[in-house]
């Protein structure tokens, strides 16, 4: 797919969006996922900074960066290196001898790693991560079930299920949204799982120590963690943190 007919596209979607919560945020063309130098930050170096946990602790993307960010994750770049990813934790995971009494377990994060909630980041109010982050507005979107599978990671779980692994869907959305996130996961076709583990709406603890603490959870369980997979290095630091994690890229926001 072009630029000219993804930006034709936004343009479009724009034009016709009836408020503007539900306009598309408008991408120029001057600056893609190629890494084009903007005048103070070279964008491609930020967002591997990102990716390799170099830069931590951002609450939003840098305003020159936005446009970037936006071809990127709409553009094809993102979805070859989700496939990457989950093409490698395949190969892993086929090569793993399991013992056939259930319990061998993949753990998966669900945002931005099993779904997919670019329509809501590419929205005019959010504009990819730049627009400081609403917890109203993100979760009036997690309430609608709307969200698209990663198609990487959805071909990664249909084997894993096949290969024998449980699956451990494990992440930060409170305990209040579990009916609308069981809903998006069957919808899309995630349709199995052991567990399904949100967060206490009483949990105040970082991510780091809550998802440490629902894996050694697991592992008590008799349990193993053969697998661990999500976007965020929170999801993958810490204690009980399974026998190999793999990181899906995110560069729109960053949860310590």
């Known amino acids: 797919m072009g630029f000219s007919y993804l930006i034709l596209m936004l343009t479009i979607t724009t034009a016709v969006a009836s408020t ?43 305003e020159s960066c936005v446009d970037y960010v936006g071809h990127y994750m709409l553009g094809k770049q993102y979805r070859k290196d989700c496939d990457i990813v989950a093409a490698e934790a395949y190969k892993y995971a086929k090569g793993l001898n399991l013992t056939g009494d259930g319990k061998d377990v993949w753990v998966f994060d669900i945002d931005e790693t099993t779904l997919s909630n670019i329509p809501y ?12 982050f609403n917890g109203t507005k993100f979760n009036q979107w997690v309430e609608k079930a709307a969200a698209p599978a990663i198609p990487g990671s959805l071909k990664l779980y249909k084997k894993l299920v096949k290969l024998g692994f449980k699956i451990v869907f494990l992440t930060g959305t409170k305990e209040e949204f579990k009916q609308p996130r069981a809903k998006n996961l069957k919808a899309v076709g995630y349709t199995q799982w052991l567990k399904l583990i949100l967060k206490g709406d009483n949990d105040h603890s970082n991510a780091v120590a809550y998802k440490s603490t629902k894996r050694k959870e697991i592992e008590e369980g008799g349990y193993r963690i053969r697998g661990n997979m999500g976007d965020q290095w929170s999801d993958l630091l810490g204690s009980n943190p399974g026998d190999r994690t793999f990181k899906m890229p995110d560069p729109m926001y960053y949860i310590g």
């Open 20 to 62: 503007v919560n539900s306009q598309i945020h408008f991408l120029t063309p001057h600056s893609g996922s190629a890494g084009h130098k903007h005048p103070d930050l070279d964008c491609m170096s930020w967002r591997v900074a990102v990716e390799a946990n170099n830069l931590r602790d951002w609450t939003q993307i840098p």
């Open 121 to 132: 980041y590419a929205r005019v109010d959010v504009a990819f991560g730049y627009i400081p």
